[in-house]
């Protein structure tokens, strides 16, 4: 799996950094939550993927609340959502990705019977 990117920033004296692994897209869909709603449904689900791109490296710490806050306070919002969306598809991806060590890939055919 390509190394995750991440989005690092300050923000009232606090370091932040935003990313995605497989294990918070596995939570964001069991909770029902999914970054296509983002632009068919901005209002409501922005904040809210924001506030998902915190969970993998600082869990529950920041509430949505301080997610909003820091979102108001960020700049080039259309470039930011564009990197979050990227930041998400790549553990997305990585689930179709064929291995890196040769020696244990599987090969699979169809076969009719």
């Avoid at 989005?7 to 497989?22: C, H």
């Amino acid at each position: 799996m390509k190394t995750p990117e991440t989005i690092q920033f300050e923000y009232d004296g606090k370091s932040y950094t935003l990313g995605f692994n497989r294990k918070v897209c596995k939570q964001m869909e069991r909770q029902g939550f999914s970054p296509a709603r983002v632009t068919n449904a901005p209002v409501s689900t922005v904040i809210a993927f924001f506030h998902w791109s915190f969970v993998m490296h600082h869990k529950q710490s920041v509430s949505m609340e301080k997610a909003e806050e820091i979102y108001n306070h960020l700049e080039n919002k259309d470039d930011l959502l564009d990197a979050l969306i990227d930041l998400y598809n790549v553990p997305v991806n990585s689930l179709f990705e064929d291995p890196d060590d040769d020696a244990k890939k599987i090969s699979w055919k169809r076969v009719e019977e």
